[in-house]
T-cell receptor, first 117, second 113 residues
């Protein structure tokens, strides 16, 4: 139990569906992340909400849209996905001490395994 | 472009062996290097290294960072089947806090009985 909870754990969707992934952290952290993990590829950072500022990886397609209503909750909204979007989507959080030299470790959730048919 | 490279990409050993996993990096404005173990889903944190030459230890695992040569190693002594996992190296870099963790491809370790 890492203190970061993701739902659903598994999701199968068609290319025309709209679904959302949810992440919740109970650690009092002030930064949350979405990562994509595909087979035989490094973890790819998709979105960061850090100190209430959103930072995006410009290579992420617009069919993925994040939402962070508060520092404890993070969503990834999915629409008109492609089969190549099938992957493990990992949420993470961290505690940023402004003025420190680094962020500290990331705490990961168990992931949401997404299959796009 | 920031880059993290790990070697070997996969490794098969027998119980009791000692293994060394390598991580090298090229990033702008290094902040820290982290090691994670990923068995099934969630990567779990092992070590964070920020200073050169200071070894961090946890049981049979140890790690050290060389900021001059831009690499780190993770050692596992007396390996056990439970050590079988993917070991991920990540580097935090960049000008802004928490916005740039770059991960390597991982080393898949298999420990045979």
């Amino acid at each position: 139990e890492t203190g970061v909870t993701q739902t659903p754990r598994h999701l199968v969707m068609g290319m025309t569906n709209k679904k959302s992934l949810k992440c919740e952290q109970h650690l009092g952290h002030n930064a949350m992340y979405w990562y994509k993990q595909s087979a035989k590829k490094p973890l790819e950072l998709m979105f960061v909400y850090s100190l209430e500022e959103r930072v995006e990886n410009n290579s992420v397609p617009s069919r993925f849209s994040p939402e962070c209503p508060n520092s404890s909750h993070l969503f990834l909204h999915l629409h008109t996905l492609q089969p190549e979007d099938s992957a493990l989507y990992l949420c993470a959080s961290s505690l940023i001490w402004v003025g420190g030299s680094n962020t500290g470790e990331l705490f990961f959730g168990e992931g949401s395994r997404l299959t796009v048919l | 472009e920031d880059k993290v490279v790990q070697s070997p990409l996969s490794l098969v050993v027998h119980e009791g062996d000692t293994v060394t996993l390598n991580c090298s990096y090229e990033v702008t404005n290094f902040r820290s290097l982290l090691w994670y173990k990923q068995e099934k889903k969630a990567p779990t944190f092992l070590f964070m290294l920020t200073s050169s030459g200071i070894e961090k230890k946890s049981g049979r695992l140890s790690s050290i960072l060389d900021k001059k040569e831009l690499f780190s190693i993770l050692n596992i002594t007396a390996t056990q089947t439970g050590d079988s996992a993917i070991y991920l190296c990540a580097v935090e870099a960049g000008d802004n806090y928490g916005q740039n963790f770059v991960f390597g491809p991982g080393t898949r370790l298999s420990v045979l009985p």
